[in-house]
């Protein structure tokens, strides 16, 4: 039987009937923020106090979309007789996002936790150059980093934790044994004497 001129048009206008009746789903974005899933991917923090300027994020970054400049200072020794040491300065960390691929590479291999994942995603400019953000920027990032999950209360404890308390308890053990001695050896003196 061939089909009937028009019944396509016929139900295609009948899918657009019933959808312009339905609610819409849609979120109307600057009005109503999205519900982001935790520890979302937004840009990267940066925890200026924890950074030694190792150079780890901008050498393993695939993009080569970080920058960090920095000098040296001498620091005087700590204990008289003592020889000086020079440490590193961080004078500029700016992240290029235009760049950016965000694969977190720069966040993993960071071994003094400098970097975090903020969720912040409304961070778009109308000229390109402007995507790249200094460490003012990164650092006001970092306070909207969302705190880390809790641990799993049927999770076994994380070996540095035991291994710490293992030897606390070794030593609590130790110094327990020496106080009972200690309390012993008087009184086997007195005793001894008549």
């Known amino acids: 039987m061939p089909p009937i001129p028009g019944s396509g048009l016929a139900k295609g206008l009948a899918v657009t009937l019933r959808t312009m009746t339905k609610k819409t789903v849609t979120a ?3 009005d109503t923020q999205p519900k982001l899933p935790p520890r979302s991917r937004g840009v990267i923090g ?11 994020c901008a050498r393993e970054c695939p993009d080569w979309c970080i ?5 040296k200072e001498t620091v005087p020794p700590a204990a008289p007789g003592g020889r000086e040491r020079s440490r590193n300065v961080l004078d500029r960390f700016a992240i290029d996002f235009s760049l950016c691929m965000y694969c977190g590479i720069c966040i993993e291999v960071c071994p003094f936790d400098a970097l975090f994942w903020s969720p912040e995603f409304e961070y778009a400019e109308t000229d390109i150059h402007e995507l790249t ?7 006001e990032w970092m306070w909207t980093v969302p705190e880390p999950p809790a641990l799993d209360p049927g999770a076994e ?4 934790i035991a291994a710490a308390r ?8 130790q110094e327990a044994q ?7 050896a008087p009184q086997s003196e007195e005793g001894g004497t008549p």
Not at 46 to 56: D, G, I, K, Y
Not at 133 to 139: C, F, M, N, S
Not at 157 to 160: D, F, R, V
């Open 28 to 30: 109307q974005y600057p």
């Open 46 to 56: 940066l925890f200026e106090e924890n950074c030694t300027v190792c150079m780890l």
């Open 67 to 71: 920058y960090i400049d920095s000098h």
């Open 133 to 139: 953000h200094e460490r003012d920027k990164l650092r």
């Open 157 to 160: 404890e994380p070996k540095e």
């Open 166 to 173: 293992k030897t606390a308890d070794k030593l609590a053990t």
């Open 178 to 184: 020496q106080a009972q001695q200690a309390e012993q």
